[in-house]
C-alpha cells in the first residue's frame, strides 16, 4: 500500500518536470517574438484548498493593433476566477501594454493545467482577426493536511459583543423616535375628539331676518336711475329692467304672481288687495307706458322716462306705508 502511494507520487512529480520543461520551452519560444506577444505569471504554483493565488497578465501589441481584452471565468475545470483588477494601459513610443491582475483559486484537489488565453486583435486597414497567446500553465491545489492525533473538540458557542456607543445611540433614537410618532397619534386623536364634542355642542344661530320686499325694491330702482340706460338710447332694455323689479315686489309683497302676468292681470289682481287709487294709477301708468314701449316700440319722452320710474318709486313707499300701517293697528277683541 505504501509503496503505491510512493509510486503515485513519483509519477505524479515526474508529470509536473515534463509539463514545466514544456511550457517553458513555449514561453522561450513565445519571446523570440517580439510584438505582439502575451504571458502569463503565477505568484506560486501551489497552493492549498481555497487559498487565492495572483495571476499577473500581461500583453503587448504595436500602436497600430486594436486588442480585444478577454475576461474568463475559468481557467480550467474546478480553476475559478474570484475577482480582477482594474485593466493598465501604458502607451510607449511603438507599442501598448495592457496588464491584469486575476485572483485564482480551486476547492478541489489536484494538478491543473490550465487553460492558454487566447487575445484577439485587429490591424488598422486589414480586416482579418489576428491572436496573441497566453502560453499554458500548471496549478497544483493539495488538501490541508489533518492531524489526526490531536483530540476533537467541540465548536464553542457564538460570543455576545458588548454594545458600542454608536449601536446604544441608535436604539436611542429610534425608541424616541417611536415615542414621537405615537405621542403625535394621541395628540391628533385627542384634537379631533375635542373638536368633535365642541361642534356638537356648538349653539345653532337664529337664521338672519329677512330683508323686506320693499327695501329689495327700493334698492334696485335706486341701481336702475344710476345706471342711465335710457340716457344712451337703451330703452327697451331700461323698461324690461323698470317692469321687473315692480313685478318681483308685487309678487313678494302681495303673493300675486306678477312676473307671468299681463298688466291688466296683474291690475285686476291687486284690486281687492286695498292699494288706494293714487299708488294704483302709478302703477297702471308705469306698466301700460312700459308695454308700449316693449311691444308696440314706442319712443317715450325723456320726462316720461323720468317719471316711470318715480311712479314705480312712489308705488313701493306708499304700499310699504299701508302695509306698515295695517300691520300696526290692534285687532278688535270681544269681550
Known amino acids: 500500500m505504501i509503496n503505491r502511494r510512493k509510486n503515485k507520487g513519483v509519477k505524479t512529480k515526474i508529470s509536473a518536470l515534463f509539463l514545466t520543461a514544456f511550457i517553458v520551452s513555449t514561453q522561450l519560444n513565445a519571446q523570440e517574438i517580439t510584438v505582439p506577444y502575451a504571458k502569463a ?112 473538540y467541540d465548536i464553542k458557542p457564538l460570543m455576545t459583543a458588548p454594545l458600542t456607543w454608536r449601536e446604544i445611540l441608535t436604539y436611542a433614537a429610534w425608541i424616541l423616535g417611536i415615542l414621537i410618532v405615537v405621542g403625535g397619534i394621541a395628540w391628533l386623536v385627542r384634537y379631533l375628539i375635542k373638536k368633535y364634542r365642541k361642534k356638537k355642542e356648538q349653539v345653532v344661530l337664529p337664521p338672519k331676518p329677512k330683508i323686506p320686499p320693499y327695501v329689495t325694491a327700493l334698492e334696485e330702482l335706486e ?82 322716462n323720468d317719471t316711470v320710474l318715480s311712479y314705480s318709486v312712489d308705488f313701493v313707499q306708499e304700499t310699504k306705508i299701508q302695509l306698515l300701517n295695517n300691520n300696526n293697528e290692534p285687532q278688535n277683541t270681544t269681550p
Open 41 to 152: 505569471v503565477l505568484d506560486t504554483n501551489a497552493i492549498v484548498i481555497g487559498q487565492q493565488v495572483k495571476m499577473h497578465l500581461e500583453v503587448t501589441v504595436k500602436n497600430n493593433e486594436k486588442l480585444t481584452w478577454i475576461y474568463p471565468e475559468n481557467l480550467a475545470e474546478g480553476v475559478e476566477v474570484v475577482s480582477r483588477t482594474p485593466i493598465d494601459t501604458i502607451f510607449e513610443a511603438q507599442q501598448q501594454i495592457f496588464r491584469q491582475t486575476l485572483f485564482v483559486t480551486s476547492f478541489d484537489s489536484g494538478f491543473y493545467a490550465l487553460e492558454p488565453l487566447r487575445f484577439p486583435y485587429h490591424i488598422e486597414g486589414d480586416t482579418t482577426t489576428y491572436f496573441t497567446q497566453i502560453p499554458s500553465t500548471w496549478l497544483e491545489v493539495a488538501t490541508v493536511e489533518v492531524d489526526t492525533a490531536q483530540a476533537f
Open 223 to 304: 341701481a336702475l336711475r344710476l345706471k342711465k340706460l335710457w340716457q344712451v338710447d337703451k330703452v327697451k332694455e331700461y323698461y324690461s329692467e323698470l317692469t321687473d323689479i315692480v313685478r318681483e315686489y308685487i309678487e313678494a309683497q302681495f303673493g300675486v304672481q306678477a312676473v307671468e302676468m299681463t298688466t291688466d292681470e296683474i291690475l285686476y289682481g291687486l284690486k281687492n288687495i286695498g292699494i288706494n287709487e293714487q299708488a294704483m294709477g302709478k302703477l297702471s301708468n308705469t306698466l301700460q307706458t312700459a308695454d308700449l314701449v316693449k311691444f308696440a316700440k314706442a319712443t317715450p319722452h325723456a320726462l316720461e
